[in-house]
């Protein structure tokens, strides 16, 4: 301590330094609202145009799921499978590499050989929290010139961004060379479908002839054959009839198409109003960092528009992450600005002297950069938990201590200059037990590393920030600050004398001789307060996590089944309407159905909405965000056909991932049957819909819509010389449409569609009637070898783990998680009556996550315990001591438990984080008591009267230590704005925790250890 003292312009200039370095790595820190919560997933999808859902299921899906089974570290297998798309999600156990867990599955799905030549691909490398980017396409031209610039110009130039891992479109028209084909011409030439899609392959083409050399020059050899539009197209010669040939053009029409509509976007704000607009989607990359990605994209995108676009065409930004980013930055600037304005008051007032509270509160800013440093390196991100839990009151507490010893030592001789030996043995006093109670509170986020999945990614990225900052805390306290108070107080000077904490000193000192007097009285308030705890620990609600406010509204909204596109995106007009109507909206944004990638495979019934809101501070009345969903859900409600859910975008990509339903909570029905899996799925939805605190509960398959089936007959088949195939190109080509060829234009690749024209098509009996052709050449119709019939079949089958599942989708409302879950699972196993061994109920959701998370810290915690026991028993030498401190633990919990009831928040994973950080600061407050009690017996003093000192001596300290970390994360507790939920409960908890440990510390804790010290010392005389 001497040297540190000594060298003290040294190490200023080490910590310079590393402010330096400190700096640059905050540039270069990932910065988000939140961490990616989300689990190590791949998916996998698998196109099969116009196949019905039972199809793609037991010929695409099961396939693959059987492929797929068994591959290392795989967690679970959710499938999902749509009209004419299966979508496989494959979660892995938390610490795969997302590389490794592809290649596994890539490996897997190349051996699969599926049928009508389905090749199953990857989904982007990205996270349901990558979404970072939307906008529309706005301007003076069609929707097909619009769609066609998404398509060919501004995805192409933002995928060029390095950190994109894909943009897709919503929406628009995507544009197709289409050949109409009459069935009669086919008839009146003798054709088949097979001969015209063979003659269109093969009329298009280039070819290459290696090189011609005339001379001194070499000449590439180039046969151009392609398709360039469509007169090129239409003179392709299918045959030739008595000597004149027949073309392309002369059996049917052709023309500028468009692939099959499956999904509108709509769109309306203050400036614009799309009922069918274009819409683009950007995905992150995983692991990259969002803020520089973001910062490229508005690059691009302002590049596009004042460069690139054709005048009058727009990119129409409505969702940008930075704008979550920045807001969440906003509440944490500002919580942690006013906590430190706090801290530094607090300071000034206790230490009267405004040059020690400015040099104590340079711990603040240096342990915040040496975090930095150490953030960057282990590749941690800044966001909301990782910063915005950081209480600058426990974070200065070692420092605090160090500066009130040495001010101590100048109050005490106020005319002499201080020795550098004298402060050097002051500050080495106060060492140990600063670097033991510093070294104890780290030991107390051990829990935080031991949690899984969602809780894991939330709270160790903080549990890793704040052990980092308290390190360089640490090193603060003990490194530069014994030195600097040393240079500030070395000369003589006035001091100024604390009046008001002299006198609470002599008051509290005379409470403190009444209680050593008569230390079996606390016993009775001791025994008071362990059962308010153990009443208030079963009367509080427990949930999960408090809800992460991303500052909009995402609703999931279900038409009735069987809906056309037109009047779903009707409907999502009208919807769209009348939600822009509240004056807190900025902007609506519907998709009705899918989007062509099949990155949103959902059906015409399906509609989701985008809400954008405006900032909470302009509200007016005090309105809320629950308000505003209420007041939303209550006017949906009044419409008729419409069934909603709501949630926030990024959290509902998470739960769709980690339960496959876009809700807080889900009752998943097993079972093969799917018509009594539906009907065990419709009771329990009215059973749920009576329990206080449901909301928004739904089921999430279709019922069965109406089909048109065409069953081959096998037999008839074979008797007119046919094979199924025909029959299968029959439906897939001239019923269904299929790409035959490509015609390419510049970089433009369009397909070539070949299909019957509708009017040949456009009910069962036209359909019965269209011609097969023979080996032989005859014509036969389709009835003749084919039964065509309605009937009703499945719109949506959900798979987990090879077994088929219903999922009934709930949010709650005004109600904690365990207390609701309790009241429905009692009311289901009274009322729903179904075979046990045929079908199985589960719940899912943030229920699993409860439990796990809870269940891991009913076992992490003893272990966390019994460490901070040791480290206490390497403090003070004795076991009754240490003992001492962690038995008190439980009285801790009492102001923190209160406040979450007064308040009305529940026990959750935040606020059992901010019961584990209480027990740090709670336990450092008492090493800090008892070290110094403990050290005037080492000089010699008297047991009782080294009580009554030592705690009068540790007041101040103590106060000062619990008052910044009260004040330091009081703007945190009471904060509203975006990013505040999360951490409203943790500083609650701390907060009223503390305050009433405080007074624990200060009274109980002298008394306590005045009993066990007696009773030591009288059996060592015994």
Request: hydrophobic share 45%.
């Amino acid at each position: 301590m001497n040297t540190l003292i000594h060298r003290r312009w040294l190490m200023l200039t080490i910590f310079v330094l590393l402010a330096g370095v400190g700096i640059y790595a905050w540039r270069q820190l990932a910065i988000d609202a939140y961490p990616d919560i989300a689990d190590v997933s791949v998916g996998v999808a698998t196109q099969v145009p116009g196949l019905a859902v039972a199809e793609i299921e037991q010929q695409i899906t099961v396939p693959l799921e059987r492929e797929l089974n068994g591959i290392p570290g795989l967690k679970v297998m959710r499938s999902k499978n749509f009209f004419g798309i299966s979508k496989i999600t494959l979660v892995f156990e938390d610490g795969t590499d997302d590389y490794w867990a592809r290649q596994r599955v890539l490996e897997r799905i190349n051996d699969v050989d599926l049928p009508f030549d389905a090749t199953p691909g990857l989904d982007p490398l990205t996270s349901p929290i990558g979404e970072i980017y939307r906008y529309v396409v706005t301007g003076n031209r069609s929707l097909r010139e619009l769609t066609e610039l998404n398509h060919w110009v501004i995805i192409p130039r933002l995928r060029q961004i390095h950190g994109i891992a894909d943009v897709s479109n919503f929406g628009g028209i995507t544009t197709q060379f289409q050949i109409e084909i009459d069935p009669n011409k086919l008839s009146k030439y003798n054709l088949s479908l097979g001969e015209i899609t063979e003659s269109i392959e093969r009329n298009n083409s280039n070819a290459g002839g290696s090189t011609l050399i005339r001379g001194d020059l070499s000449y590439v050899v180039r046969g151009v054959g392609l398709v360039r539009d469509l007169q090129d197209l239409g003179t392709i010669v299918v045959k030739t009839v008595g000597g004149a040939p027949v073309y392309i053009k002369d059996l049917g029409e052709l023309k500028y198409g468009n692939l099959e509509r499956k999904g509108i976007m709509g769109y309306v704000d203050e400036a614009i109003d799309y009922e069918d607009g274009v819409q683009g989607m950007v995905q992150l990359l995983r692991y990259e960092n969002p803020s520089q990605v973001l910062e490229k994209i508005n690059q691009a995108v302002d590049e596009l528009n004042t460069q690139t676009l054709p005048q009058g065409v727009k990119i129409h930004t409505f969702y940008d992450r930075t704008e979550l980013v920045d807001a969440t930055l906003d509440t944490i600037s500002h919580t942690l600005s006013l906590g430190i304005l706090l801290v530094v008051g607090v300071l000034i007032i206790f230490l009267g002297s405004p040059r020690g509270a400015l040099l104590a509160t340079i711990t603040i800013p240096v342990s915040l950069l040496i975090a930095f440093i150490l953030m960057w390196v282990t590749d941690i991100p800044a966001n909301l938990l990782s910063l915005g839990a950081i209480d600058f009151g426990i974070i200065v507490d070692g420092t605090i201590v160090m500066m009130e010893t040495i001010l101590k030592k100048r109050e005490d001789s106020p005319g002499h200059p201080l020795e550098e030996t004298g402060i050097a043995r002051r500050a080495a006093e106060v060492a140990k037990p600063i670097f033991f109670a510093t070294l104890i509170i780290i030991i107390a986020y051990l829990p935080l590393f031991a949690f899984d999945r969602v809780e894991q990614k939330l709270f160790t990225p903080m549990a890793f920030t704040l052990s980092f900052a308290l390190l360089g805390a640490l090193a603060s306290a003990l490194i530069l600050i014994p030195g600097l108070a040393f240079a500030v107080y070395k000369k003589p000077q006035k001091v100024y004398r604390n009046r008001w904490l002299e006198r609470l000193t002599e008051t509290y000192k005379r409470q403190t001789t009444r209680i050593i007097a008569a230390p079996g009285k606390v016993i009775a308030p001791i025994v008071v307060i362990l059962a308010a705890v153990a009443g208030l620990s079963v009367y509080v609600g427990k949930d999960f996590l408090p809800p992460l406010d991303e500052g909009s509204i995402w609703l999931q909204i279900q038409l009735p089944p069987g809906m056309s596109l037109e009047k779903s995106s009707e409907m999502a007009t009208t919807l769209r309407d009348k939600l822009k109507r509240y004056d807190e909206v900025t902007y609506v944004m519907t998709q009705t159905g899918r989007d062509d990638e099949g990155v949103c495979p959902f059906s015409f019934s399906h509609i989701e909405v985008m809400v954008g809101l405006k900032p909470y501070d302009t509200w007016k009345n005090g309105r809320v965000k629950s308000d505003l969903i209420a007041d939303m859900a209550a006017m949906i409600e009044t419409m008729p056909g419409y069934s909603v859910g709501f949630s926030q975008p990024i959290i509902d990509m998470v739960m769709d991932q980690i339960a496959g339903a876009h809700s807080d909570l889900a009752i998943k029905i097993y079972g093969e049957d799917l018509t009594e899996s539906r009907r065990m799925a419709e009771q329990v939805k009215h059973i749920v819909e009576g329990v206080p605190g449901s909301a928004d509960v739904g089921i999430m398959e279709e019922p069965f819509l109406p089909q048109l089936q065409i069953v081959a007959d096998r037999d008839k088949i074979a008797q007119y010389g046919l094979n199924v195939a025909d029959v299968a190109e029959l439906i897939e080509v001239a019923i269904g449409g299929k790409a035959v060829s490509q015609v390419f234009i510049g970089s433009r690749m369009y397909d070539v569609i070949c299909r019957y024209n509708d009017v040949s098509r456009d009910t069962p009996e036209k359909i019965g009637a269209l011609m097969l052709t023979s080996g032989s050449g005859a014509m036969i119709p389709l009835s003749a070898v084919a039964q065509i019939k309605t009937t009703t079949g499945a719109s949506m089958i959900s798979r987990e783990m090879n077994r088929r599942f219903v999922t009934v989708r709930m949010n709650l409302r005004g109600r904690d998680l365990t207390s609701f879950v309790r009241e429905a699972q009692s009311k289901i196993d009274e009322q729903l009556a179904y075979d046990r061994s045929q079908f199985q109920l589960h719940w899912a959701g943030q229920l699993e996550n409860q439990h796990r998370a809870f269940g891991r810290l009913a076992v992490i915690m003893p272990i966390t315990l019994a460490v901070m026991f040791l480290l206490l028993f390497f403090t003070f030498g004795t076991f009754r001591q240490a003992g001492l401190l962690i038995g008190m633990l439980p009285l801790a919990v009492f102001g923190g438990m209160l406040a979450l009831v007064v308040r009305g928040m529940t026990f959750n994973v935040s606020s059992a984080v901010g019961f584990i950080a209480l027990f740090g600061v709670f336990i450092q407050n008492g090493v800090l008591m008892i070290s110094h009690i403990n050290n005037l017996r080492k000089w010699g003093t008297d047991l009782k009267e080294a009580v009554i000192s030592g705690t009068s001596h540790r007041l101040r300290p103590v106060l000062m230590t619990a008052t910044v970390a009260i004040l330091g994360l009081l703007p945190a507790s009471i904060s509203t704005g975006i990013g505040s939920d999360v951490q409203r409960p943790l500083a609650t908890v701390i907060v009223y925790g503390l305050l009433c440990g405080t007074i624990l510390t200060l009274y109980i804790l002298p008394a306590f250890y005045y009993m066990l010290e007696k009773r030591k010392l009288k059996k060592t005389i015994a």
